[in-house]
């Protein structure tokens, strides 16, 4: 699941941030649910959020342990539209679904994939943000940019272990030898030291790779990625006020281009994925 920018001032974005640890009394701390139904919110005037703040660049706690990424970034967008103040809720990411279902926030922004199993607990918005897999190989390597070139018995394809990118390998390139590795980094360095043909990932940990060991990899010039998914925000069950607005916010950010203006900032990419028609 899961990233370089400046940090999150709330008191220049015009919002309150409330960083929490998983505890009925920090949770409480943090601001109270009241139910507010036209709104669609818990607390009239605050839009109270879960997240998982540890998957760099997409939402992370910087180096003044501040909320950072791509996700705080959209969301003091949303904050500011709404005309709402912004309090965000750090919890391990088992137990967002949970405080969702319980009002301890208004919604969950971690990247979720709106699953048939999350859709009978929980509702989901239209997707916000893409992840596409991609293929890395060494910066050097000029063979033919197909999937059949690397699907062979000669060549070895990594990823990392229990990963997504894992189980797309297998899928994609049957014949070919896959090594697995505990961590990311791992799996690449194989590839920029030739031990190994590519690295199955996803775009933007290619990209924080190259910016930390540049003219090492590359991403394979495929005729298309390897696999293009969406992550939406949940909402509770029902909330379709919420959702509507939510909704209208999001098809409005990617109809103006500032949703992709903020994907390539905060993921380091050059071009952000197509999004899902419907606006």
Known sequence: MVKSMKPWSVARRGA?????????LSLAACGKSGGDGGSGLNESGTLT???????????????????????????NKLAKELNVKLVIKNLDFNGLIPGLQSKKFDLVSVGLTATDARKKVV?????????????????????????????????????????????????????????????????LLQ???????????????????????????????????LDLSYGAWAVQKGNSTLAGKLNTFLCKAQTDGSLAALYKKDFGVTDAPVMPAGC
Do not use: W
């Open 16 to 24: 309150i941030a409330c960083v929490a640890v998983v505890s009925a």
């Open 49 to 75: 959020v879960g997240m998982n703040l540890q998957f760099k660049p997409e939402m992370y706690l910087d180096s003044a342990n501040q909320p950072a990424g791509y996700d705080v970034d959209l969301l």
């Open 123 to 187: 509702d989901f918005t239209r997707a916000y943000v893409p992840y596409t897999s991609v293929l890395a190989v060494r910066q050097s390597d000029d063979s033919p940019a197909q999937v059949a070139t690397y699907n062979t018995s000669g060549k070895i394809i990594t990823a990392l272990q229990g990963s997504t990118g894992e189980q797309l390998a297998k899928k994609t390139f049957p014949n070919a030898k896959l090594q697995t590795y505990s961590d990311q980094n791992s799996a």
């Open 191 to 225: 590839v920029a030291t030739g031990r190994a043909n590519g690295s199955v990932l996803e775009d933007y940990i290619l990209a924080q790779y190259q910016k930390s060991n540049p003219n090492q990899l590359k991403k394979a010039a495929l005729p298309k990625p």
